[in-house]
């Protein structure tokens, strides 16, 4: 080895046949250079970050009114979309509207044909239009879906309190899709 002990390690050398000095240092230029290129590439194929400032989804930053709803699960949805698109200005020029279906479902039975293992299916029906006078329309109509899980037990409470979280988590799992397509599309609409 052509590195000292100390330095060798520090560069991540360990002793292998081939490794010298040229060679732990090309290493190091070779993987700055490969993560420059997938940077390039990324950039040049045109992508750009979906929030950033100036762009559409950025812009939409609390001035989406979000429409309320009956139910935990619904209101669980509502905060969660608060959270991603920020509370709403009072003269904000959309609204967001939506509907939630949960179906639930036993996946997993014991001889005694008892059901031990939930599953909840979510459907969120959403629609943004534009409030002003003028326009009015529809600018987005989409549908979104989630699925979770929960283990059931012969305690009423421990159930109970396992099937809450289970609508907790899928309420905010479809509100974290209906904000993500919301900020994909908004350029094509928001302006």
């Known amino acids: 080895m052509l590195l000292s002990d100390s330095r060798a390690r520090a560069a991540g050398c360990d002793?292998?046949?081939?490794?010298?000095?040229?060679?732990?240092?090309?290493?190091?230029?070779?993987?700055?250079?490969?993560?420059?290129?997938?940077?390039?590439?990324?950039?040049?194929c045109g992508f750009t970050p979906v929030y950033r400032p100036g762009g559409a989804a950025a812009a939409l930053r609390n001035q989406v009114a979000i429409g309320v709803t009956r139910g935990r699960a619904g209101f669980e949805l509502r905060e969660q979309l608060e959270n991603r698109l920020g509370p709403a200005v009072p003269d904000a020029p959309w609204q967001l509207t939506f509907r939630l279906d949960i179906t639930r479902t036993g996946v997993a039975l014991?001889?005694?044909?008892?059901?031990?293992?939930?599953r909840l299916t979510g459907h969120a029906a959403f629609t943004v239009r534009h409030r002003g006078a003028h326009r009015g329309g529809v600018v987005l109509r989409g549908r979104v879906r989630a699925v979770t899980a929960y283990s059931t037990t012969s305690a009423t409470f421990a159930s109970a309190a396992a099937a809450t979280d289970a609508r907790v988590r899928l309420a905010r799992a479809l509100a974290d899709k209906i904000a993500e397509r919301i900020a994909l599309t908004a350029g094509d609409w928001a302006r």
């Open 15 to 44: 002793g292998a046949a081939g490794c010298s000095a040229a060679g732990c240092g090309a290493m190091t230029r070779r993987g700055v250079l490969l993560a420059g290129a997938a940077c390039a590439s990324l950039f040049g």
């Open 110 to 118: 014991t001889e005694e044909e008892g059901i031990t293992r939930e």
